[in-house]
Nanobody
Framework: VQLQASGGGLVQPGGSLRLSCAAS????????MGWYRQVAGKQRDLVAT???????NYAESVKGRFTISRDNAKNTVYLQMDSLNSEDTAVYYC???????????????WGQGTQVTVSS
């Protein structure tokens, strides 16, 4: 199982970016997909998560600015980020709690991270 994230980059304050993360491989079911972010030297923090029933949860710092969504048919999660500011600069990691094909166990998987830099 692999998670492949894309969509990061450099954006000016007030701008927008859309991140995508696709899970591939032998997957029986994905329970939760989400995004976390990490600044160098600090812990990895939750940004947003979404269940397979499309129930979303957001960090207070991004509520009203970020929108998480998912396409269950494509095993893909998206993060639309609007009104970006310098405090959003971080490496963004996607995460999925899933059950691989042929397994009875649920486990958490991580993507490789994508850099988001908000700067003028």
């Amino acid at each position: 199982v692999q998670l492949q994230a894309s969509g990061g980059g450099l954006v000016q304050p007030g701008g927008s970016l859309r991140l995508s993360c696709a899970a591939s491989g032998s997957i029986f079911s994905i329970l939760i997909m989400g995004w976390y972010r990490q600044v160098a030297g600090k812990q990895r923090d939750l940004v947003a998560t979404i269940t397979n029933g499309f129930s979303a949860n957001y960090a207070e710092s991004v509520k009203g600015r970020f929108t998480i969504s998912r396409d269950n048919a494509k095993n893909t999660v998206y993060l639309q980020m609007d009104s970006l500011n310098s405090e959003d600069t971080a490496v963004y990691y996607c995460n999925a709690v899933l059950r691989p094909g042929g397994s009875r166990l649920w486990d958490a998987y991580w993507g490789q991270g994508t850099q988001v830099t908000v700067s003028s």
